[in-house]
């Protein structure tokens, strides 16, 4: 395929990308409150699909502990929240289990700053424990997977048993303001779904660089051959431990934009079900391709809301048949449907070639035999 050919759907794919920043950002305008403030929810677990995605749909590594990563960015800017809600005062949850005092590790988070740094750092920090003993040790497919799971079990066990530092199974909730602003204000929603539609535009400028960089073709190499990256001198688990950090490093900005808009978290939100859920937003999508995770967060989450306003009694099971649906009939995901028509003009064009050269094959067979016949009967001894 010429560069000519190439540069109609370079054109097409920019302008794609600039309609739905476009759509984003001026969602405020046709949007009211409450669908508003849903979106805003979408996109920012439409971050954690993101990350979730350069991790399973590029590195090959399937991850089904994200929700504490998320939930961990949660916790660091909820933290923060409560405290400013609390005036100085003790948490109102911490009193009512004795405590006198606030925790040693709790005061760090009276900082804006350092609460979102640690929203950031924490889930990486943990990501880089786990993926470094774990990927130096050679431990990969199913077995990894199981690992994050166990991640996730011993997680929320620790959260819903720690009551009086984390509100255990109420998790923490009751804030009202940011950085002297009213959360429940109209104006301060328009902007913190901005603040989220911005950080999903970058977390996918971000990604969409590492996957068409360098570092992006090894994942790749590293995905469909680990023996061969490694054959040919790359340190497999380098790249695998960079890939699940920048991962985990964005679940937790999700988990933290995520707090802004709902007003809650709770181990809950943290759990197996979540991080299962994540996973499927990515498959549903298409993985290993950017679009198709932020496609998948947004409309099952879309369709998850707008089935259990319709049918309430019925909208677990519809979005079950949904899955199963897309994953029978659309193995690529909701993102295959893009490059359906390119892929059967060229699956006709093989099979035009294939017809074509075995008629001219044909006709070389025919020609021989004819020739062969020829020969015989000029050395044939009648």
């Not at 050919?5 to 097409?12: E, F």
């Not at 054959?231 to 490093?249: K, L």
């Not at 937003?281 to 409309?299: E, H, M």
């Not at 079950?320 to 006709?348: E, Q």
Request: charged fraction near 10%; aromatic fraction near 12%; proline fraction near 4%.
């Amino acid at each position: 395929m010429s560069v000519f050919s190439l540069a109609p759907r370079r054109v097409w794919l920019l302008a794609g990308y600039a309609a739905a920043a476009s759509a984003l950002l001026g969602a405020p305008l046709y949007l009211n409150d409450f669908r508003l403030n849903l979106l805003a929810k979408f996109l920012a677990l439409a971050i954690v699909a993101l990350g979730l995605d350069l991790l399973w749909g590029y590195t090959g590594v399937l991850s089904l502990g994200h929700g504490v990563f998320f939930g961990l960015g949660a916790y660091a800017m909820a933290m923060h929240l409560k405290l400013v809600a609390s005036g100085g005062k003790l948490p109102d949850f911490m009193s009512w289990s004795g405590l006198t005092k606030l925790p040693w590790f709790w005061k760090p988070f009276g900082s804006p700053a350092f609460a979102m740094l640690a929203g950031l750092l924490l889930p990486m920090l943990l990501a880089l424990l786990l993926g470094w003993f774990t990927f130096q040790s050679r431990i990969k497919g199913v077995y990894f997977t199981i690992l994050t799971q166990a991640l996730v079990i011993i997680t929320t066990t620790l959260f819903v048993g720690q009551q009086a530092y984390t509100g255990g199974t109420n998790g923490i909730t009751g804030y009202t303001t940011l950085f002297g602003l009213r959360l429940s204000d109209p104006r301060v929603k328009v902007w913190l779904y901005l603040v989220t539609a911005v950080a999903l535009l970058a977390a996918f400028a971000l990604c969409r660089y590492l996957a068409g960089s360098r570092f992006g073709r090894v994942l790749r190499a590293i995905r469909d051959g680990e023996n061969r990256a490694r054959f040919i001198g790359y340190d497999p688990s380098r790249y695998q431990v960079t890939a699940f950090c920048i991962s985990a490093g964005l679940a937790g900005l999700a988990g933290m934009l995520f707090v802004l808009h709902v007003g809650i978290i709770s181990p809950s939100m943290m759990g197996i079900v979540p991080s299962i859920e994540m996973v499927l937003w990515v498959a549903i999508g298409g993985r290993g391709t950017l679009v198709g995770a932020v496609l998948g967060a947004i409309l099952m989450n879309g369709a998850k809301s707008l089935l259990s306003e319709s049918y309430p009694e019925l909208w677990t099971l519809l979005i079950g048949l949904l899955f199963v649906a897309v994953v029978i009939f659309m193995p690529r995901g909701l993102a295959g449907l893009v490059d359906l028509p390119a892929a059967l003009r060229r699956r006709r064009e093989r099979t035009d070639a294939g017809g074509g050269s075995g008629g001219v094959g044909g006709f070389g067979n025919a020609a021989g035999a004819e020739a062969g016949g020829a020969e015989g009967v000029r050395h044939s001894p009648v």
